[in-house]
T-cell receptor, first 113, second 113 residues
Framework: DQQVKQNSPSLSVQEGRISILNCDYTNSMFDYFLWYKKYPAEGPTFLISISSIKDKNEDGRFTVFLNKSAKHLSLHIVPSQPGDSAVYFC????????????FGTGTRLKVLA | EAGVVQSPRYKIIEKKQPVAFWCNPISGHNTLYWYLQNLGQGPELLIR????????DSQLPKDRFSAERLKGVDSTLKIQPAELGDSAVYLC???????????FGPGTRLTVL
């Protein structure tokens, strides 16, 4: 049973445009959400996070939106740059303090120059 | 600051052979995680350590997998004997106690023939 789902395995976006990556979850106990970026042959690197008490968190070109009623979060990258081409994983954790992440399957983003 | 170090980066073995992976976390990080990542999937937690103590090993297949974190710093994950289905990337991550952000190493790609 996949508790965290990223239904789009891949996404292509033109440089300078907005990239929107989506993530859905089923467990209403999740209270902390993160996005990680992964380049080939490297480990995932932390990008941005959001607590369930917020509905938006912004860091430079990256914004994460959380819709708790829909159990949906999205990552917006604007403007997209070729260096953003990577696999993006969303992750969720429940009962803050256990720090056990459940990861989605990832979305491969390709930003076209 | 040095990141999470893992070795070896790549390992190819015959089935039924033993294999071990090593991880050195970021200095000062008490919490250490081992993850398994299959192709096209997100990382899945195998075991989490708080200092020397394994606080969550519910996902570790204990019939063939074992892990240790002597002295609460470096950790070793072992598989004995390896099976074909163990081919995957094994990721190590670390974090400060009480902190939700995990830092990942580059992983060890295991191929079992």
């Amino acid at each position: 049973d996949q508790q965290v789902k990223q239904n789009s395995p891949s996404l292509s976006v033109q440089e300078g445009r907005i990239s929107i990556l989506n993530c859905d979850y089923t467990n209403s106990m999740f209270d902390y959400f993160l996005w990680y970026k992964k380049y080939p042959a490297e480990g995932p690197t932390f990008l941005i996070s959001i607590s369930s008490i917020k509905d938006k968190n912004e860091d430079g070109r990256f914004t994460v939106f959380l819709n708790k009623s829909a159990k949906h979060l999205s990552l917006h990258i604007v403007p997209s740059q070729p260096g953003d081409s990577a696999v993006y994983f969303c992750a969720a954790s429940a009962a803050s303090g256990t720090y056990k992440y459940i990861f989605g399957t990832g979305t491969r983003l390709k930003v076209l120059a | 600051e040095a990141g999470v170090v893992q070795s070896p980066r790549y390992k190819i073995i015959e089935k039924k052979q033993p294999v071990a992976f090593w991880c050195n976390p970021i200095s000062g990080h008490n919490t250490l995680y081992w993850y398994l990542q299959n192709l096209g999937q997100g990382p899945e937690l195998l075991i989490r350590y708080e200092n020397e103590e394994a606080v969550d090993d519910s996902q570790l297949p204990k019939d063939r997998f074992s892990a240790e974190r002597l002295k609460g710093v470096d950790s070793t994950l072992k598989i004995q004997p390896a099976e074909l289905g163990d081919s995957a990337v094994y990721l190590c991550a670390s974090s400060l106690a009480g902190n939700n952000e995990q830092f990942f190493g580059p992983g060890t790609r295991l191929t079992v023939l």
